[in-house]
């Protein structure tokens, strides 16, 4: 079955970098691709980026010089890094699957950056 | 951008009732390629989004037909008939069709 699974540090100093992986099965990243989505505490969500399947890149432009999104396929896995973080970065970040609408999530991890 | 502006914020029903989402964009949501990509997701308190309706009125795999999803061009609504507990939570519409992709602001669905 399709799984998706959010890995990285729970807190992150501020101006630090940002890593977190996504660790896709059930579906190859040449086929689909994924999709990062943060929500900050209480609030909304918020589109990052995506990996295309033929390992393209598309950014969301409040985020592009801070953000870049990767791939190993052998290991099935996206990895994110956002550089100069700050406090209001703290969020759950979720990687999904995007195909008619991201279909499936992975459950979350949520990361908080410290000042 | 393209805004996304959902309502109500909040949506008291009962159980058994119905309930109707709207959702307006900022500009048509209608691809190059003829699809509209507009969704929609319930997010259940301490869960993941889960996906209900894709690209205006697709329900998901193994989604109840008592959600429906309509609409066309900057309008679209989602519909809840015979209200469940389990449906209770918070409702977003998101666009795929324009970079940055956008979510609505939610919609808190709770008991009257």
């Known amino acids: 079955q399709v799984q998706l699974k959010e890995s990285g540090p729970v807190l992150v100093q501020a101006s630090e970098t940002l890593s977190l992986t996504c660790t896709v099965s059930?579906?190859?990243?040449?086929?689909?691709?994924v999709i990062w989505v943060r929500q900050p505490p209480g609030k909304g969500l918020e589109w990052m980026g995506i990996?295309?399947?033929?390992?393209?890149?598309d950014y969301n432009s409040a985020l592009k010089s801070r953000l870049s999104i990767n791939r190993d396929t052998s290991k099935s896995q996206v990895f994110l890094k956002m550089n100069s973080l700050q406090t209001d970065d703290t969020a759950i970040y979720y990687c999904?699957?995007?195909?008619?609408?991201?279909?499936?999530w992975g459950q979350g991890v949520m990361v908080t950056v410290s000042s | 951008d393209v805004v996304m502006t959902q309502t109500p914020v909040s949506l008291p029903v009962s159980l058994g009732g119905q309930a109707s989402i709207s959702c307006r964009s900022s500009?048509?949501?209608?691809?190059?390629?003829?699809?509209?990509?507009l969704h929609w997701y319930l997010q259940k308190p301490g869960q993941s989004p889960q996906l209900l309706i894709y690209?205006?009125?697709n329900r998901f795999s193994g989604v109840p037909d008592r959600f429906s999803g309509s609409g066309s061009g900057t309008d679209f609504t989602l519909k809840i008939s015979r209200v469940e507990p389990e449906d209770l939570g918070d409702y977003y519409c998101?666009?795929?069709?324009?970079?940055?992709?956008?979510f609505g602001a939610g919609t808190k669905l709770e008991l009257k």
């Open positions: 999904t699957r995007g195909y008619g609408g991201f279909d499936y």
């Open positions: 059930g579906f190859s990243l040449t086929n689909y691709g």
């Open positions: 990996i295309w399947r033929n390992g393209n890149t």
């Open positions: 500009q048509s949501l209608v691809h190059s390629n003829g699809n509209t990509y």
């Open positions: 690209r205006v009125s």
């Open positions: 998101l666009q795929s069709t324009h970079f940055p992709y956008t």
